[in-house]
Each structure stands twice: as structure tokens, then as C-alpha cells.
């Protein structure tokens, strides 16, 4: 079946400017992550989502960052004002539920000139 | 607050050797860890999950993974490497209070030479 998917696969921005990232889970997981994986990095949580709700966002790194999903299925992450430092791999998975494993996609890498 | 260290950036290993990649754990309660396995360009695949039971827990491929609660460790292996297990491992526990936040580790590059 298909699995978690993420678009794009790459994205190239500049200093300043703003970005959206997709995330498709799994039909039927309820459960939905966002990750930020930098170079030689383990991915590290950003934020929680249980259904159409933010259940947890305290990964978020600051205001800049800000993630929603309306319908409870299709997720989109946004980044404000974007920073060099913002530059990584952003990685989405989703699970039945918070109990269960979760299942990532490819991820976004994304760079910031 | 949890954290989870893999003290090894990389581990070499002869095909058909075993092989073992390192974990250790720091939790405030009962842990529950994960093993996850990333391929280039790919994301990152479950392996394996210690919730509670036996020690020692079999995975996806012939992986296993053995709890050990006095040294909090959590040491992947498998009896006899093969070339295509090449790749990132992950080894990640789950928040006690906090259920849906995983802490991974910084990664372990596996090379397995013919």
C-alpha cells in the first residue's frame, strides 16, 4: 500500500521568504509527526498531531514555524522568514495511533541560500 | 528528561560476521525504545520496539535488539551481517510522561564489507 509521502523532495529558498511543506500520511493513521533532521543528526521532534489538532508543539524551534491539518489527514508545515539556519531535512510520519510505530516518508530537504 | 546516545559514529563489520550497534538510554520510568534503520534517499524504516516482556526482542530482517535494564542499554544485532544491511541506524525512546514525543539518537553508519 502507499506508504507516507512528502512534497517536494527538495526545496531551494532564500534568506527572508516563506516556505510550505506537504505531508500525506497513511490513510487511517491518526496519529501525524513532523521531524527536522540536520546533517549527522538524529531527526528531532517538532510536533504532534492527533487528528486535525496540534496535541503537541512544543518541539516547534520559535514563532517562525507553524504547522496545521484540517482535515485530519494531509498536513502542511510552514516556515516564516526563513533562516539558514532552518536548512535540513524536515521528515513526516504517521501512525494508527500514538501507541502504535510510526512510518516516516522521504522527507523535505530543505535549503536556505 | 530523556535521552537516548549511540556512542559509535561508525561500525565496520565483515559479511557474515555478526554485528552489534550501541544504545544506551536515560529515562525517568520504564523506557520504550525503537530501533529505526534509514537508507539514502529514504526514510527511515522500524526495525524493532522494547515496550515490556522479553529482554530480548526480534525484529524486521533478522535484527534483535537486547534490553538490558541495570546498564540501560539497548544493543542492536544480528548473527550474520549481510552487505545490504549498509545504512543509518537510529535508536530512539519514547517520553514517559510526554507519549507522543521520541527522542533518536545522533546515528550509527553501519558498513558491511564482502
Known amino acids: 500500500g502507499a506508504g507516507v509521502s512528502q512534497t517536494p523532495s527538495n526545496k531551494v529558498t532564500e534568506k527572508g521568504k516563506y516556505v510550505e511543506l506537504r505531508c500525506d500520511p497513511i490513510s487511517g493513521h491518526t496519529a501525524l509527526y513532523w521531524y527536522r533532521q540536520s546533517l549527522g543528526q538524529g531527526p528531532e521532534f517538532l510536533i504532534y498531531?492527533?487528528?486535525?489538532?496540534?496535541?503537541?508543539d512544543s518541539g516547534l524551534p520559535n514563532d517562525r514555524f507553524f504547522a496545521v491539518r484540517p482535515e485530519g489527514s494531509v498536513s502542511t508545515l510552514k516556515i516564516q522568514r526563513t533562516e539558514r539556519g532552518d536548512s535540513a531535512v524536515y521528515l513526516c510520519a504517521s501512525s494508527f495511533s500514538s501507541y502504535n510505530e510510526q512510518f516516516f516518508g522521504p522527507g523535505t530537504r530543505l535549503t536556505v541560500l | 528528561a530523556q535521552s537516548v546516545a549511540q556512542p559509535e559514529d561508525q561500525v565496520n563489520v565483515a559479511e557474515g560476521n555478526p554485528l552489534t550497534v550501541k544504545c544506551t538510554y536515560s529515562v525517568s520510568g520504564n523506557p520504550y525504545l525503537f530501533w529505526y534503520v534509514q537508507y539514502p534517499n529514504r526514510g527511515l524504516q522500524f526495525l524493532l520496539k522494547y515496550i515490556t516482556g522479553d529482554n530480548l526482542v526480534k525484529g524486521s530482517y533478522g535484527f534483535e535488539a537486547e534490553f538490558n535494564k541495570s546498564q540501560t542499554s539497548f544493543h542492536l544485532k544480528k548473527p550474520s551481517a549481510l552487505v545490504s544491511d549498509s545504512a543509518l541506524y537510529f535508536c530512539a525512546v519514547r517520553e514517559v510522561d510526554n507519549f507522543n514525543k521520541f527522542y533518536f539518537g545522533s546515528g550509527t553508519k553501519l558498513n558491511v564489507k564482502p
Open positions: 498531531f492527533q487528528g486535525t489538532g496540534a496535541a503537541d
